[in-house]
């Protein structure tokens, strides 16, 4: 949505599942900074963005790597998929039945 750069890199040292954590802001943050205010955990609602893993434990499966992810602007986890198309990522988030495709590109 071109609000923030997400840094995909090996979850751990040695790890060959990936992570996608929130690494900076493309728009202003609001005094004191951006928290994620729509946590569904009300003891998380305080803590910054900046730094948060949106994308966690994404494993390959053939052409697709598949895991866990998160939207802070909706406080929603969701089993993510993702796909990479040339430069860009094409990253499917599901919860239950619903899901929604989002096209992610490379930061410049």
Same mark, same amino acid.
């Given at each position: 949505?071109?609000?923030?750069?997400?840094?995909? +890199?090996?979850?751990? =040292?040695?790890?060959?599942?990936? /992570?996608?954590?929130? =690494?900076?802001?493309?728009?202003?943050?609001? +005094?004191?900074?951006? $928290?994620? %205010? &729509? @946590?569904? &955990?009300?003891?998380?609602?305080?803590?910054?963005?900046?730094?948060?893993?949106?994308?966690? &434990?994404? %494993?390959?499966?053939? !052409?697709? *790597?598949?895991?866990?992810?998160?939207?802070?602007? !909706?406080?929603? @986890?969701?089993?993510? %998929?993702?796909?990479?198309?040339?430069?860009?990522? &094409?990253? $499917?988030? /599901?919860? +239950?039945?619903? /899901?929604?495709?989002?096209? *992610? %590109?490379? +930061?410049?």
């Amino acid at each position: 949505d071109g609000k923030a750069v997400i840094t995909i +890199a090996p979850c751990s =040292s040695g790890s060959a599942a990936l /992570c996608g954590r929130i =690494s900076r802001f493309l728009v202003p943050e609001p +005094a004191g900074g951006a $928290r994620d %205010t &729509n @946590n569904p &955990n009300a003891s998380l609602r305080e803590r910054p963005l900046m730094g948060v893993q949106v994308l966690s &434990n994404l %494993t390959r499966d053939g !052409e697709r *790597w598949s895991g866990r992810g998160y939207s802070p602007e !909706e406080g929603r @986890n969701f089993n993510a %998929t993702v796909r990479v198309d040339g430069g860009r990522l &094409n990253v $499917r988030g /599901c919860v +239950a039945v619903f /899901c929604r495709t989002v096209v *992610w %590109t490379r +930061a410049s």
